[in-house]
Each structure stands twice: as C-alpha cells, then as structure tokens.
Nanobody, 124 residues
Framework: VQLQAFGGGLVQAGGSLRLSCVAS????????MGWFRQAPGKEREFVAG????????TYADSLKGRFTISGDNGKNTVYLQMNSLKPEDTAVYFC??????????????????WGQGTLVTVSS
C-alpha cells in the first residue's frame, strides 16, 4: 500500500484546511488510518485515527473539537479537517496505515505504512 498525503499549505490563524490521504494498492477493507504531525524540533505525535469502516474516530485530547477525521472507503481516502488553526499547529502532517482492526492505535510503531507528509504552516 502506498499512501499519499496532500492538502497542506499556508493559512492564517483561525483558518481551516482539509488534508487528504489516498491509499493506493489497498486490498483490505480492514485496518486503521491515522494522522500524525511533527513540528520543527519536536517528536512526531498522534493527531487522529479512524477505522476504514468509519468507526472509532479517535483524537489527541488537545485537538478534540477542532480537528475531524473521516474516510471514504470507496475512494480509499481519509481526510483531516482542521478548523480554528493555531500557529502551534504548524507541522508536517503524515498519514499512516495500521493493520490493527480492534483498536485505533496511537503509537507510531503500530503503523506500518507511511505517506510522505504535507506541510501545514499557520501564520499568526
């Protein structure tokens, strides 16, 4: 499976962006798609995850209410809608695929396939 994330860009604080991640070569309807981000000088952190079935959307506690993850199984695409963006949301955002089916993991090590990342810059 190859993952391609896109939709990043420059946005002013308070604005919105929607990231997309397309999974090519996907042969299973199971698994979990996740979004992570890595800010300059910081470790990569979990943002959100969702099962391909659309169930069990899970978020980092600090992002609940501003970010929404969703998926379109037919298009093999997962989205991350980001609202009320803040300068501290500036980061490279990565999508990733986990083969786990019973839970939505939050650890990087539980995700085996990664996209190339898309840069989100939020100006103050």
């Amino acid at each position: 499976v190859q993952l391609q994330a896109f939709g990043g860009g420059l946005v002013q604080a308070g604005g919105s962006l929607r990231l997309s991640c397309v999974a090519s070569g996907r042969t299973s309807s199971n698994g979990v798609m996740g979004w992570f981000r890595q800010a300059p000088g910081k470790e990569r952190e979990f943002v959100a995850g969702i099962r391909w079935s659309g169930a069990m959307a899970t978020y980092a506690d600090s992002l609940k209410g501003r970010f929404t993850i969703s998926g379109d199984n037919g298009k093999n695409t997962v989205y991350l809608q980001m609202n009320s963006l803040k300068p501290e949301d500036t980061a490279v955002y990565f999508c990733a695929l986990s083969r786990l089916i019973s839970v939505v993991p939050r650890r990087e090590s539980d995700f085996g396939s990664w996209g190339q990342g898309t840069l989100v810059t939020v100006s103050s």
